[in-house]
């Protein structure tokens, strides 16, 4: 896999577009949240340039996503979220009894 063609510019910032569109976010509403100015970023799209690591990191936080969730091809569903979020909190007990009625759905 060629992750550099994968993961251009405009890549990136169809990506962030999505999850800002999705928590109701401006880039304003980020960028204040974050150490990064408008400009920085609108120079960025410009330029087809990509953030470093650790502006990503700082996005991703400011946003409550994981790097894996942000760079992840597949979007979820919002159901499917739901579930995967509830995943952090539910008991060993109930996981098990979630992953036998699944079985049964097939």
């Known amino acids: 896999m060629d992750n550099s063609k994968l993961w251009t510019s405009a890549k990136f910032f169809e990506r962030l577009d999505f999850f800002l569109s999705a928590k ?56 499917c979220k739901a579930i995967m979020d509830s995943f952090e909190t539910i008991s060993n007990q109930s996981l098990s009894a979630l992953a036998i009625l699944v ?4």
């Open 24 to 79: 109701n976010w401006t880039l304003y509403r980020l960028c204040s949240d974050v150490d990064i100015t408008v400009d920085a970023i609108y120079k960025m799209r410009r330029r087809n340039t990509l953030p470093s690591l650790q502006s990503v990191c700082i996005i991703c936080d400011a946003l409550g996503l994981s790097l894996a969730e942000f760079f992840s091809v597949e979007i979820l569903s919002p159901d």
């Open 103 to 106: 079985q049964h759905l097939k």
